[in-house]
């Protein structure tokens, strides 16, 4: 897959089998996201750090009510809809999966919600929208499906308007692939081509505020989040340990690639880091 080309194939086979929409829908309730725990909170309360994270989020948008904003790589629509109910905002969410598109239409029609959520099938390196269309935007946990990360970055400033805000939440290594161990790499490398996250081999905590501020950007904010992602990395990891050795064992990994998630990832926890990039779109 070049460097260049979106691999929707792949997308498919990483949220569309049978496997993944069944630990979506029954373990993180169609949310596509880890989760934020406070200090002294318990680190089993995955559902509530999920919110947490959603809650984090809102705040660093700092948008008013009826502000329009654009979540890039939508989903199923559980952070549009969170954003929509707790800070009254109104979110357009783009996604390239159609399944997952007409679950967020869905759930949303179902949480009456249709009016303050919208969905749009597109491609974030190519938005269907204008310049200047919204006061912020969001990518949580889906930067790394990129495989043009500068190239993202420049519609996301696109199509905000003057003073309008990026907020990017998700994983990211903390230095080059190609400085890290070999045995780092040969755990992590596989990881990230079964998952198809190509903007992970491009980007990472060093030089992605160098990428937004090439973009046009003026970043507020670089903030190490890791340590508040760490306790969900745990508590999954001691869940399906053991259901993950029974598939590899007995069924067939590839369709479980989210309890390779779980598990494998756990190795390289000291080499990847949570991120939340705070960034804004001058007014000059």
């Known amino acids: 897959m070049g460097a260049q080309e979106l691999d929707l194939a792949g997308l498919r086979r990483v949220y569309g089998r049978a496997g993944s929409r069944c630990f979506y829908a029954l373990v993180a309730r169609n949310a596509r996201h880890w989760g934020w725990t406070e200090p002294g909170q318990s680190k089993w309360r995955l559902w509530r750090a999920q919110r947490q994270v959603e809650d984090v989020l809102g705040r660093k948008l700092a948008l008013p009510a009826g502000a329009r904003v654009l979540d890039a790589g939508c989903g199923s629509g559980v952070v549009a809809r969170a954003m929509a109910t707790r800070f009254g905002l109104l979110v357009a969410g783009v996604d390239v999966l159609d399944v997952l598109l007409a679950e967020a239409r869905r759930l949303s029609a179902r949480a009456a919600l249709a009016d303050r959520t919208a969905f749009t099938g597109g491609d974030y390196h190519r938005l269907p929208f204008g310049d200047g269309e ?8 889906t930067l790394v499906h990129s495989y043009d990360p500068r190239r993202a970055l420049a519609e996301f400033h696109r199509v905000l308007r003057p003073g309008g805000r990026l907020v990017l939440i998700g994983p990211m290594s903390l230095g080059p692939l190609e400085e890290m161990e ?14 198809v996250l190509p903007g992970a081999r491009i980007y990472h905590a060093r030089n992605l505020p ?12 670089a903030l190490d989040a890791t340590p508040y992602y760490l306790p969900t990395t745990e508590a999954l990891h001691v869940y399906f340990r053991l259901p993950w050795e029974l598939v590899r064992r007995f069924g067939d990994p590839a369709k479980w690639l989210n309890l390779r998630t779980t598990v494998e990832m756990y190795a390289v926890r000291n080499v990847t880091g ?3 990039h705070t960034a804004v779109k001058p007014s000059r």
Do not use: C, I
Request: zero cysteines; aromatic letters at 16%.
């Open 182 to 195: 070999p045995g780092v790499r040969t755990v992590l490398e596989p990881y990230l081509d079964a998952h």
């Open 210 to 221: 160098r990428l937004l501020a090439e973009a046009g950007f003026e970043v507020e904010e």
């Open 274 to 276: 949570w991120y939340v």
């Open 134 to 141: 919204f006061d912020g935007a969001y990518s949580m946990e």
